[in-house]
């Protein structure tokens, strides 16, 4: 088993100086999305919205989370790991509300990292390789999306140059990943003698972890939940457009949530802030809608996912210190 405890240790230090640059371009970010939306129009749209369309989304959210735990259930058994859905569950949900706190997007990995490996020595390197492949099969099921609904609405793409721009980088990256895969064991050796160097040293732990995952029918269950999670957070989108009155189709909310989600993964900012806003805001306005609309559903779209980690979030900062683990 590869030392992906190395992964951690550079991932989540971090570079010295990376989290005030981050907060600086976050805020950078906001400056400009307020400037070029009136911010009054989209509060007034919150403010119309039913509260059925509310209650919707946080079923919506609910249930996407409860996928993600079967998707990482699987993953963590191949490791020899036995949790209940249930326990993931919260997990999954205390993970994003500690990263809305933590000054990177893999923050909240750090604590799920930590209470899986609570009390069981020896066992980092398998619970930090169910987490990078978790990551891994969920940006790949993304890209997948994306790729697939960006050629049936192939018109409606090459009219944005930002979803053109998007759409190609995630098939290009989804090209990669899939060549990386089917070259696992020749790209593990080949990046062997390079990872002292951050970047590179990071690619190498997910190659390892990928190669570790011998058993087709693990990564193809692991895909397929990810693919529903996708497809729930689009229909989230699809609600919330509903709900702002602005008339939308099902597969352009798919290419709004796909593409706004890639864009804030780029390590530009803490935790997406700012770049998730401006991707909303220009993928929304390059559908069909307005900027007014996409701050409303970024907004929208953070304030729910917020809302629904708080209990998770509370009950593991109270009970879950006190070791209250549900293991089977």
């Known amino acids: 088993m590869p030392n992906y ?26 400056v400009l999305v307020l400037a070029r939306v009136d911010i009054r129009q989209s509060l007034e749209k919150l403010g119309e919205i039913h509260w059925t369309f509310i209650a919707a989304a946080v079923a919506l959210q609910c249930l996407a989370w409860l996928i993600s735990a079967f998707r990482w259930q699987v993953l963590l058994r191949h490791y020899g790991f036995a949790y209940r859905i249930p326990f993931l ?4 949900a205390a993970t994003a509300f500690f990263s809305n706190f933590l000054p990177s997007t893999v923050g909240g990995d750090l604590y ?7 009390g ?8 930090l390789a169910s987490i990078v492949l978790d990551r891994g099969v969920g940006l790949v099921s993304l890209m997948a999306m994306n ?3 960006s050629l049936v609405l192939f018109s409606t793409v090459v009219r944005s140059n930002l979803l053109t721009v998007l759409a190609g980088a995630m098939t290009l990256g989804l090209l990669l990943l899939v060549f ?7 790209l593990s050796r080949l990046l062997d003698g390079w ?48 709900a702002l009155g602005t008339p939308a189709t099902f597969g352009q909310a798919v290419l709004v949530y796909t593409t706004a989600t890639f864009a804030a993964m780029a390590p530009l900012t803490i935790n997406g802030i700012g770049l998730l806003e401006a991707a909303y805001v220009a993928l929304v306005y390059g559908t069909g809608g307005t900027a007014e609309v996409g701050l409303s559903l970024a907004l929208l779209m953070r304030l729910t996912a917020l809302g629904v ?19 089977s």
């Open 89 to 92: 569950t919260v997990l999954y």
């Open 147 to 149: 790729a697939v609904v």
């Open 5 to 30: 405890l190395s992964y951690a240790t550079s991932v989540w230090r971090g570079r010295r100086g990376g989290p005030v640059v981050r907060a600086a371009v976050s805020v950078a970010l906001v």
């Open 180 to 186: 990386g895969y089917a070259q696992r064991a020749r």
């Open 195 to 242: 990872r002292g160097r951050p970047v590179v040293g990071r690619i190498h732990t997910f190659a390892n972890a990928v190669g570790d995952l011998d058993n087709n029918l693990v990564a193809a269950s692991a895909f397929v939940y990810s693919v529903v999670f996708v497809l729930l957070c689009s229909l989230l989108v699809w609600i919330f457009l509903i």
């Open 112 to 118: 799920r990292f930590t209470v899986v490996t609570r």
């Open 120 to 127: 069981r020595p020896g066992t980092g390197a398998k619970a």
């Open 309 to 327: 980690s708080i209990p998770a979030g509370v009950f593991h900062l109270t009970a879950g210190r006190r070791g209250t683990e549900e293991r």
